[in-house]
């Protein structure tokens, strides 16, 4: 990660009758506020639970385990200052030997049912509207940590600031939730 | 219809103070980072540019850099299932407010509860409570989200679909202020999911915004800085974002109990059986970079704040927050936790700013049993 300016606390001496306009408190004051959209306020929400939901073998769809709403702030992210979400599964196979997924989704709005998907909270679901889709995978039994993954929170909801994360599984991953979960810093392309 | 507006309400003429404006001037469009290098200089005239993008920079990090307190992407394949008409706590966190907190918003999911026809009229609901103390005594405001009857008639066929979306407002919060709060289901509700966040405005906690309309024949006035660097300063020192939150899924028991402790031997409480912490034991990789000031060459301040009680007659519970070495990084020490179930705080520390994997470790002293619930990080400097 790069190394930017850091904040600084700024003392009331830089202004007052008397006291100077002078242009190092403008960089401390620049370099503050930059610090402090970019990477202070920065959402970190990692979430690991002591159980994790199943330990069935789907082959076919993708089974959705956990989903919830995730805020990343109000600012209205465009094409040219963009955001990215780093996060990391903390997962498994539950069968040495044989791969197991799984797959992180953030999404502008909630998922629907695929056609023809049988009546349960397990079952195939789509995304309708903008998102953002990380898959990992591991053969390993033992629980470890995942490569990094970044999603675009150019999808997030464009008033409120919140996306919906939906994490599922096919095979047989096993997930205890994201280690890593942080917002990265304005991206300007 | 809320009470609240979302970034507050607008300024009467008479409380706006010096250089500022009475209601939000600054865009929610992200901006690109300030360049001190093109606009502060030595040898460069003051520049109305630049009080200008100062100015909007600060209005943005005030509304539209608020922070998130809490969030649950939990499940929904097997979410949590008994439930009665009697409240069932849920979830908690703690949470120290931002300097310009006016209130904060809840959106929450929920999903039907299977039991039977009696839930097809059954008005099901989860609660918000935010208490003001760490024994949870009291209350300083409770906000309801209503999921209402069963869809398809007191059972099954649930599916994503069936799943309700509640937001809300939950004001009476003051900024700059501890708080602890915990979900409730209510009569047979099953809350899914949830995000609580900070609604910050600089009309309902300040005197106004900073002006962003000046030109070149503008005058050059102290009050540009005045109104700039205190602000600045409380969101560095209280307005920066949560560190984490863990909490326990069901703390009435269950398959899904919070976990507990007897031994003396210090235990990671995800897997309940690790003793030493390495890449193979289930902990947070917490990016921290860039988080210090240029002057704090040990890290970043925080506060760790934990849940639990003891068996009777015992305090022996202990908590720590270990990094990849298995060094103790915080802690909250024999002493803290009793029989009676409660909120305790860690002694103030520094997380390195670094990005590194932590392990949160609890223990107790061979005989007496510790139950943890809830465990918040957050930045708080003091």
């Known amino acids: 990660m790069a190394n930017p300016p850091k904040g600084e606390i700024v003392p009331n001496l830089c202004y007052g009758d008397g006291k100077p306009y002078d242009v190092g408190h403008d960089r401390a004051l620049i370099n503050t506020l930059n610090a402090f959209i970019d990477y202070k306020s920065a959402t970190q929400a990692p979430s690991l639970w002591s159980e994790y939901p199943d330990d069935t073998s789907n082959t076919g769809d993708w089974w959705l385990l956990w989903m919830g709403p995730v805020f990343f702030g109000t600012e209205q992210l465009t094409a040219t200052v963009t955001r990215e979400l780093t996060l990391a599964p903390w997962f498994r196979s539950n069968a040495g030997g044989t791969t197991g997924y799984i797959r ?3 999404s ?43 999603l675009s929170l150019g999808v997030k909801d464009l008033f409120f600031g919140f996306a919906w994360l939906c994490i599922e599984k096919k095979a047989t ?16 392309t | 219809m809320p009470t609240k507006r979302f970034y507050g309400g607008v300024l009467g003429d008479n409380a706006v103070g010096d250089r500022q404006v009475p209601q939000m001037p600054a865009s929610k469009t992200a901006a ?21 993008g ?9 509304l539209f850099r608020s922070r998130q307190i809490f969030c649950s992407y939990a499940r929904i394949n097997a979410a949590l299932g008994t439930v009665s008409s009697a409240d069932r706590d849920r979830w908690r966190f703690a949470f120290h407010t931002g300097p310009y907190c006016h209130a904060l918003f809840a959106i929450v999911s929920m999903i039907p509860t299977d039991g039977g026809p009696t839930l097809a009229s059954q008005p099901t609901s989860n609660k918000l409570i935010v208490y003001s103390d760490t024994a949870e005594a009291v209350t300083v405001v409770t906000q309801t ?15 994503v679909t069936d799943i309700r979306v509640a937001m809300n407002f939950i004001e009476g919060v ?59 300063r409380n969101l560095w020192r209280r307005g920066s974002a949560q560190v984490l939150n863990w909490t326990a899924d069901d703390p009435t ?16 409480i995800i897997d309940g059986t690790s003793t030493t912490v390495s890449a193979s034991t289930p902990g947070y990789t917490l990016v921290m970079n860039n988080k210090d000031r240029l002057s704090q060459s040990s890290g970043i301040p925080c506060v760790m704040k934990a849940y639990g009680k003891m068996s009777a007659g015992s305090t022996a519970g202990v908590l720590q927050l270990k990094d990849s070495t298995g060094a103790v990084i915080a802690s909250i020490g024999s002493g803290a936790f009793t029989s009676v179930a409660g909120w305790h705080s860690s002694a103030a520390f520094n997380l390195p700013a670094t990005t590194a994997k932590y392990d949160i470790h609890f223990k107790s002293d061979g005989a007496a049993t510790f139950t943890l619930y809830a465990v918040s990080i957050y930045q708080y400097e003091t």
């Open chain 2, 253 to 268: 028991g269950g398959i899904h109990a919070p976990p507990s402790i007897i031994s003396a031997t210090a235990t990671n």
């Open chain 2, 174 to 232: 003051s900024p700059d202020t501890d708080y602890y709060a915990k979900f409730v289901d209510v009569n047979y509700g099953r809350i899914q999911s949830a995000t609580v966040f900070e609604l910050q405005s600089l009309t309902e906690e300040s005197d106004g915004y900073a002006s962003q309309n000046n030109t070149a024949m503008s005058p050059i006035v102290s009050a540009y800085r005045q109104t700039l660097a205190p602000r600045i």
């Open chain 1, 108 to 150: 502008r709005t909630l998922p629907i049912l695929a056609p023809a998907a049988s009546s349960s909270f397990t079952t195939d679901i789509r995304f309708t509207d903008a998102y953002s889709q990380a898959t990992w995978s591991t053969s390993s039994s033992t629980w470890g940590v995942g490569a990094d993954a970044t």
């Open chain 2, 145 to 159: 989200f209503t999921y209402g009857s069963h869809p398809h008639g007191g059972t099954g066929s649930d599916t």
């Open chain 2, 54 to 62: 100062m100015n909007e920079a600060c209005n943005a990090a005030v």
């Open chain 2, 32 to 52: 690109a980072p300030l360049q001190a290098d093109r606009w502060a200089r030595n040898g460069l005239h003051p520049d109305a540019a630049l009080i200008n």
């Open chain 1, 104 to 106: 992180a989704t953030l």
């Open chain 1, 173 to 188: 991953g096993q997930l205890r939730g994201f280690s890593k979960f942080h917002e990265g810093p304005r991206i300007v």
